[in-house]
């Protein structure tokens, strides 16, 4: 080439500097401010008038949420495909996402997109979660965040409250927004916990083999290996877990918890999995719920309860029990539905004599159930006990 | 001189403690950031591990290691030829040797240092490739400020006499990345959500296509002709090649965001540009191994042996990528492992492997330092080895994933079926660090070169 490189070389750096500046303007306002200008339009266009603002502690959460990268393995969007919409609901509009500054978008799932968390799991469950992940799910991999605690994943540190307080504000506001104020489960969050819903049949013979093994790796964890509530993870729920040996339940009734999940409580709905895994569960559970005679929990405890006490337990009940559990103890009294969590429909589901005065006695914590042993008898306890077996299975 | 190569320059034009000090600065922040990486590896496999330290928790560490491996570990690689091209390139020395300490300085004690720390700390921002904290960004900014002063106005005074790729490359990745930077690292702070993520999708992107890939490139453009002392095949395609990449590279960024509720024009718009941009850098790969002349992919010296492999990487990394923008494809493998696969493929792959050679090329040059051609010999089958593995590995067990994810598989059936590719990528960190540490014993023993005038060119 030349040795006397002259103006014209100079020139073509020079010129292949702007070129290069103006390429970059181009895609930034190509793909960056048009989109924004796009994205504000339609949030305008489409979102609620009024956004809600997070709470003081629900932008420290967001901080917390932040600062530990949550967003590098739990994106907050859920993608126009029909995988996302089937396991997270509805795609992510513009709107939703208006006040994220800076977004969390997110890039990569290890663990399931969040942005319709809220709902889907309950406090203390997320708190023992946050604390101990592996306690209420054996297969996780995320990290335990132990320094938001003070030693007890029911002891959290403001941290953890606010970090929870922001996670069940995912996908509040796209439920709120919903005509009629709130959106039906399936379409806000397809696993989120409801009360009420259709459910679908399990088969009458599942493999309870299947069953164990589907049980020791999703429910061992909170209810215990053998079932008896005590799991790794039943420390810090409130309510704590069932325990499940000490209660009876019809098929109706396993496939509605599995379904559905309890709603209030730490039990989460299991609607991913296929209705034979949950016919393989619900037979498991038979074995393990009330041990030899699933089918008559009331011989199983040989105890009967005699007249007098059918009529005064009746009477009690009536009286203190039936604006909740309804006077058919189908758990559908007038004040049901003000409740967090449901009132035990005691047709489909009934405890062992002795968990019936236990829970009688102390109340059920996390519940609306309140303890009625400072205010009714010993007799009076035992017959309300009695009374409330017996409406399992349609007996009374 | 013919066109298509660079020009000798006299030693004494080179600043080459620079070159040495930024080399060894690159090699100290890779390992630690290998480090981390090992560590948040191991995790995903060992999840207690750590456990109640906050510093130790996965989400602070993945910012800590890939901000290391981007701004550690590549940028001081690419000073380091910086320092060691522009003088040979311009037949000018850089702009100012005290600017130099100075950068050196700021950017390994006010970025890398203090980024780490508050980022570990828990002060960051929760933005890929922008995970340190604005104040950080700031010194960064300062930073390649500093950079264009010192090596760009070389290119512009007097002494030019060849007009050579890497000099566009150089020029063009140092102005827009001065660009890039804020763009990515400041403007997502206030555009808020989606739009937001618009901003940090043109960054992911501009970060590896505004300045991972100018430099890497400008190292490669340089080393082979410098080293077959045969000019590159043809000044066309190299043209050709260079303002396509530079048009096209700044256009992919909301490929990132595939499907999501980013406006369809602007998405359509990445995928295209990203379907052209594969196209192009098979013509630039064409363009490089035709200019090795016979010199075959394991050539003796080891400067020309690892960017030869990074060329045979980006070619391979950008198939992937047009592939992997397609709507289809994108809606299986999107947030899987094999956008991790891919990642280390640019990153670990290309990018390494070009900064890896760039730095074995000059490090002879340096009077007085030393070199053990044995080692780098380890250090090249090692990392080859590492690499392949953890990309093959990562590959498909991002296809497992994204299959079950589309079977509607329970979320913890995708954990399960990933763990054991979890566990070999983490093996696969074996040889990596293996391969870096004998590269750093490349770098650090061996006889000394001849501490006079250096070897020519």
Redesign the interface.
């Known amino acids: 080439m030349t040795s006397q490189p002259g103006p014209v070389l100079r020139m073509s750096y020079l010129a292949a500097s702007i070129a290069g500046v103006a390429f970059f303007v181009l895609s930034v306002a190509w793909l960056g401010v048009w989109p924004a200008r796009k994205l504000a339009e339609q949030a305008r266009l489409t979102g609620p008038e009024h956004p809600l603002a997070l709470t003081a502690s629900e932008v420290r959460g967001r901080a917390v949420y932040a600062r530990e990268g949550c967003a590098y393995c739990h994106s907050q969007q859920v993608r126009f495909t029909d995988a996302d919409i089937a396991r997270f609901g509805a795609p992510t509009m513009a709107w939703e996402t208006r006040g994220d500054t800076p977004h969390m978008m997110g890039t990569r799932r290890i663990g399931p997109d969040l942005a319709r968390v809220s709902g889907t799991r309950s406090q203390d469950w997320h708190l023992t979660h946050l604390y101990a992940p592996r306690s209420v799910v054996p297969a996780s991999v995320m990290p335990a965040y132990r320094h938001l605690f003070q030693g007890a994943p029911d002891q959290p540190g403001q941290s953890a409250r606010d970090l929870v307080a922001y996670l069940e504000t995912l996908g509040r506001v796209r439920d709120l927004a919903w005509p009629g104020g709130e959106a039906p489960a399936e379409v806000v969050h397809p696993a989120r916990a409801r009360r009420t819903g259709e459910v679908p049949e399990l088969q009458a013979d599942g493999d309870a083999a299947l069953g164990a093994m589907l049980y020791a790796g999703h429910c061992a964890a909170c209810h215990g290996a053998s079932g008896i509530g005590d799991g790794p993870g039943a420390v810090g729920l409130r309510p704590r877990p069932t325990n499940l040996a000490l209660h009876s339940y019809s098929q109706e009734r396993v496939a509605e918890v599995l379904w559905n999940g309890v709603a209030g409580t730490a039990m989460p709905a299991w609607r991913d999995r296929s209705i034979e895994e949950l016919s393989a569960l619900a037979a498991h559970l038979q074995r393990i719920s009330v041990p030899g005679v699933p089918a008559d929990p009331l011989r199983a405890d040989q105890i009967r309860p005699t007249d007098e006490e059918r009529d005064l337990g009746g009477r009690i009940y009536a009286a203190n029990c039936a604006q909740c559990h309804g006077a058919e103890g189908a758990g559908d009294g007038s004040a049901a539905i003000d409740l967090p969590v449901a009132p035990t429909n005691f047709t489909r589901q009934t405890p062992m004599f002795d968990e019936a005065l236990r829970a009688l006695r102390n109340g059920i914590d996390g519940t609306p159930m309140a303890p009625w042993g400072s205010r009714l008898s010993g007799d009076e306890l035992t017959a309300v006990a009695h009374y409330v077996r017996e409406f399992y299975g349609g007996r009374r | 001189?013919?066109?298509g190569s660079p020009s000798p320059a006299s030693p004494a034009l080179v600043e080459s403690r620079l070159v040495q000090a930024h080399g060894l600065a690159a090699l100290a922040t890779l390992l630690v950031s290998v480090t981390f990486g090992i560590i948040i590896a191991l995790?995903?496999?060992v999840?207690?591990l750590?456990?109640?330290?906050?510093w130790l928790?996965?989400?602070?560490l993945?910012?800590a290691h890939t901000q290391g491996i981007m701004l550690g570990w590549l940028a001081n690689a690419f000073f380091a030829f910086l320092y060691h091209a522009v003088p040979r390139l311009t037949g000018r020395p850089v702009t100012s040797p005290q600017l130099g300490r100075w950068l050196f300085a700021l950017w390994n004690i006010a970025v890398m240092l203090p980024g780490w720390v508050l980022v570990l700390a828990?002060?960051?921002?929760?933005?890929?490739w922008a995970e340190f904290p604005l104040v950080v960004d700031a010194v960064v900014l300062v930073g390649v400020v500093m950079a264009v002063i010192q090596f760009v106005p070389p290119?512009?005074t007097r002494?030019?006499?060849?007009?050579y790729v890497s000099?566009?490359y150089v020029?063009?990745g140092l102005?827009?990345t001065a660009?890039?930077y804020p763009?990515g690292n400041i403007?997502?702070?206030?555009?808020?959500?989606?739009?937001?993520?618009?901003?940090?999708?043109?960054w992911?992107h501009d970060a590896v296509g505004?300045f991972v890939t100018p430099m890497a490139l400008a190292i490669i453009y340089y080393v082979i002709p410098a080293v077959t002392r045969k000019p590159i095949f043809s000044h066309f395609l190299s043209m050709l090649g260079f303002?396509l990449l530079?048009?096209l590279y700044?256009?992919n960024?909301?490929h990132?965001?595939v499907?999501?509720?980013?406006?369809m024009e602007?998405q359509v718009?990445?995928i295209t540009a990203s379907a052209l941009l594969g196209v192009t850098v098979i013509i630039v790969v064409a363009n490089l191994l035709l200019s090795l002349h016979g010199s075959g992919v394991l050539a003796e010296d080891h400067g020309l042996r690892f960017v030869v492999m990074a060329t045979i990487f980006y070619l391979v990394v950008s198939i992937q990528g047009s592939l992997q923008a397609f709507m289809s494809v994108n809606?299986f493998v999107?947030?899987?492992d094999w956008?991790?696969g891919h990642s280390h493929l640019a990153m670990l792959g290309f990018a390494t492997f070009a900064a890896a050679g760039g730095l074995a090329h000059a490090w002879p040059h340096i009077p007085g330092a030393r070199y053990n051609p044995r080692a780098m010999t380890w250090a090249y089958w090692l990392l080859l080895g590492g690499l392949t593995t953890m990309v093959v590995d990562l590959t498909i067990a991002g296809l497992v994933e994204g299959q079950l994810?589309?079977m509607?598989?329970?979320?913890?059936a995708s954990?399960?079926a990933a763990r054991p590719y979890w566990i070999v990528r983490t093996l696969s960190a074996v040889p990596i660090a293996g391969g870096f540490i004998a590269f750093l014993v490349g770098l650090t023993t061996g006889p000394r070169t001849d501490s006079g005038a250096g070897v020519a060119s």
């Not at chain 2, 750590?50 to 906050?54: I, K, L, S, V, Y």
């Not at chain 2, 828990?122 to 890929?128: D, Y």
């Not at chain 2, 509607?408 to 913890?412: H, R």
């Open positions: 001189m013919a066109l995790q995903l496999w999840p207690d750590g456990a109640g330290t906050p928790s996965w989400g602070r993945r910012y828990g002060v960051s921002q929760p933005l890929e290119f512009f002494g030019l006499d060849s007009l000099s566009w020029i063009g102005v827009f660009l890039a763009m403007v997502p702070e206030f555009v808020p959500g989606a739009a937001g993520a618009a901003f940090s999708g043109l992911i505004l303002w530079f048009f700044p256009l960024g909301t990132h965001y499907l999501s509720v980013i406006p602007a718009t990445a809606a999107h947030f899987t956008v991790i994810w589309q509607g598989a329970p979320w913890t954990l399960e």
